[in-house]
């Protein structure tokens, strides 16, 4: 699978578009060295844990990078704070103005951890302050999606699959006359998602599957483009939040949501789960990760996963292959990095 890492020749496909690039002349070579910025569609459960905050805080410092844009932010937290957070993050970071979407179905859950949001939505400016006043996921989805060129978009879902679903499900509308799975397979380069357990044989259970086990099921069962999964056991070694608590300003949103959550904790560094998927959907494999590639993965109606080793799929998932805690310098690094 191509893990977006060009040129390296280490795929067919790789070495082919080196060939090609070869036969058009050195200008054309130099040219695509670089890159274009990751079109990412990042899908969250703000509120729930503390790494979806870093992982979109990552994410508007990779977008000041110019390795990725942020087309939109949405959640799939019916919490109302959750867009509002997310608002804060995005205003934060210099884009106030990317889209957000705010569930309008699936499960509630009360948990929201430590309020911190107060903490947040007293001290940071927003515009947007309850889910409530969001525009739907799906209407967000189908109207970027209708305008993005083809395979152009990489989605990082990082909570519960409920807002996938229900664009998978939705129905051609004023923005497309394509069905939701038309849409997908047309404008969707990959699906990055957190959730499920791959380091052993059999069932694992994780919060971003068993929270909409319904949703997990249908959508990586029925899915029309490549999943990428990263699994509780990557995220789980990768320990970030210590360094960002030492060395971040104190008036920065994600310094007060790590300093409220990890004291109540009593932890000195948290878990990294999705950090990994942003930075694996942006950056690709690099030498962080190396990729499992056949079989499947199968979501049982309790939303416990197991992998299958037939049939295969377009599944796969990320093994570790860097060390974590250099993962985590990574991470760390590219939280500090100053905003732009
Ligand atoms: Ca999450």
Not at 32 to 57: C, K, Q, W
Not at 216 to 222: F, G, M, S, Y
Not at 252 to 259: E, N
Request: hydrophobic share 35%.
């Amino acid at each position: 699978m191509f893990d977006g890492n060009f040129p390296h020749g280490r795929s067919v496909l790789s070495s082919m578009m080196l060939l090609t690039l070869l036969a058009r002349g050195p200008a054309c070579l130099s040219s695509t060295h670089v890159r274009e910025p990751v079109s990412i569609i990042f899908d969250t459960d703000m509120g729930y844990n503390i790494d979806d905050a870093a992982a979109l805080g990552i994410l508007h410092k990779l977008a000041d990078n110019g390795e990725a844009k942020i087309l939109a932010v949405m959640t799939c937290n019916r919490n109302k704070w959750s867009a509002a957070v997310c608002d804060i993050i995005n205003t934060y970071y210099g884009r106030p103005d990317v889209p957000i979407g705010s569930a309008k179905k699936g499960p509630y859950h009360k948990r929201f951890w430590n309020r911190y949001w107060e903490r947040l939505v007293s001290q940071f400016p927003h515009d947007l302050t309850s889910g409530h006043e969001a525009p739907d996921t799906t209407e967000i989805y189908r109207r970027i999606l209708a305008e993005e060129p083809d395979k152009n978009v990489i989605i990082v879902a990082v909570g519960f699959l409920t807002n996938l679903k229900e664009l998978l499900d939705s129905k051609p509308d004023r923005f497309s006359e394509l069905s939701g799975a038309e849409l997908i397979r047309q404008k969707i380069g990959k699906l990055v998602a957190v959730g499920g357990g791959y380091s052993s044989a059999g069932k694992h259970q994780t919060w971003s599957f068993k929270a909409d086990a319904s949703a997990a099921k249908l959508v990586v069962e029925n899915w029309p483009t490549p999943i990428v999964f990263t699994g509780r056991e990557i995220g789980e070694k990768i320990r970030t939040g210590a360094r960002l608590r030492a060395e971040e300003p104190q008036d920065s949103p994600l310094r007060i949501v790590y300093d409220c959550v990890l004291t109540r904790l009593k932890e000195k560094a948290h878990p990294s789960w999705d950090q990994t998927a942003v930075l694996y959907a942006v950056r690709g494999l690099r030498g962080y990760w190396s990729e499992h590639t056949t079989g499947c993965n199968y979501i049982h109606d309790d939303g416990r996963n197991e992998w299958k080793l037939a049939p295969n799929k377009d599944h796969s998932y990320l093994v570790e292959k860097m060390g974590p805690n250099e993962v985590a310098r990574v991470i760390e690094d590219l939280l500090l990095q100053s905003p732009k």
